[in-house]
């Protein structure tokens, strides 16, 4: 038994509740293929470092040389992943990435409904809205609303075209470089540039971001 | 050199080439096959507009729902599809659209 005679200025400490139906088959299939050595404890490991090593400030870079750089602009629009790998960005798996440019007529919006299909060599791992079912089943059936609850209102003019990623291909979304950046360096560009405008759930501006 | 000179007919297979291109009318199939296959309930039976073949072709999601990775490759397609064809009473704009990869096994000229 361990004393616990200290005043209770913590709250209490609660147990992590016992894993649930997926996590336990995770974790049987997991040690079964290391049992049979189809992978390693150290691949496994490993892909995780890979994972973690994908940011938001990867995409935050491409889309800021788009904003200064029309031909890279140009070369991203036509082939995602090929100008993201002008970066260094790898792609480790077989997705092929497809940036929607924002405009003054159109504005795009990214959701995945029958999973959790994200650009994640470039932005890492999805927020937890992203695939959670809300998000998934309205994004794609009251776009606005979804938005509007963003706090992101589109003008009935501007088109919502939502995007379901669903196969093969993943997307980006390149916003509109915002008013009163003209002087802006790339990098304070950059750092304007939130995860959540390049899912499309908000538009960039100068608030957002730290170069205020 | 040897290239093929305008005298040889070469035949492509079923398949090699894609079957849709841009602005061609669609519709999506409604089937219900067991596995995975990456067609959501919701756009089954919808009408659409292929907005883009998309390069490179890639295995058969059927055939992938059941681990098999190697082989057959088709093509997907970007397909447009407006909120209020798929949406009843949809109040948003009407000029609002879904777009989605349908692989082509999936896909009815229409």
């Known amino acids: 038994m361990t004393t616990h005679d200290h005043d209770h200025d913590h709250p209490k400490i609660i147990d992590e509740p016992m894993p649930g139906y997926y996590e336990i088959m995770e974790t049987a299939v997991r040690e079964l293929l290391v049992e049979k050595k189809l992978i390693s404890p150290g691949e496994i490991r490993r892909q995780i470092e890979v994972l973690d090593s994908r940011t938001t400030a990867l995409g935050a870079k491409v889309v800021a040389r788009a904003w200064v750089d029309p031909e890279f602009r140009a070369r991203l629009l036509a082939n995602g992943r090929a100008a993201c790998e002008e970066f260094g960005i790898s792609f480790y798996d077989d997705t092929q990435l497809i940036v929607l440019e924002n405009t003054d007529k159109v504005h795009n919006l990214i959701v995945c409904t029958l999973c959790s299909c994200y650009p994640r060599p470039v932005l890492g791992l999805p927020p937890d809205w992203y695939k959670a079912k809300p998000y998934r089943a309205r994004a794609v059936k009251e776009p606005r609303k979804v938005l509007a609850e963003f706090g992101t209102e589109i003008p009935d003019d501007v088109e919502i075209r939502v995007s379901d990623s669903t196969a093969t291909v993943r997307y980006l979304v390149l916003p509109q470089r915002p008013a009163g950046t003209k002087d802006f360096t790339e990098e304070q560009l950059a750092a304007l540039v939130t995860r959540d405008a390049m899912i499309g759930v908000v538009k960039v501006n100068l608030e957002q971001g730290i170069a205020v | ?110």
């Not at chain 2, 061609?24 to 409604?30: A, F, G, K, N, Q």
């Not at chain 2, 039976?45 to 292929?50: A, E, L, T, V, Y």
């Open chain 2, 1 to 110: 050199m040897i290239s093929a000179s305008s005298t040889i007919q070469i035949v492509k297979a079923l398949g090699e080439e894609p079957a849709f291109k841009a602005g061609d009318r669609v519709r999506i199939s409604v089937r219900y096959p067991v596995g995975h296959y990456r067609v959501p309930i919701y756009i089954r039976g919808k009408q659409g507009i292929i907005e883009k073949i998309l390069e490179p072709a890639a295995v058969n999601n059927e055939e992938e729902g059941f681990g098999r990775n190697a082989g057959l490759k088709g093509w997907y397609y970007r397909v447009a599809v407006p909120l209020t064809e798929l949406w009843p009473g949809y109040d948003g704009a009407p000029h609002d659209r879904l777009v989605i990869e349908i692989f082509e096994t999936w896909l009815e000229r229409i």
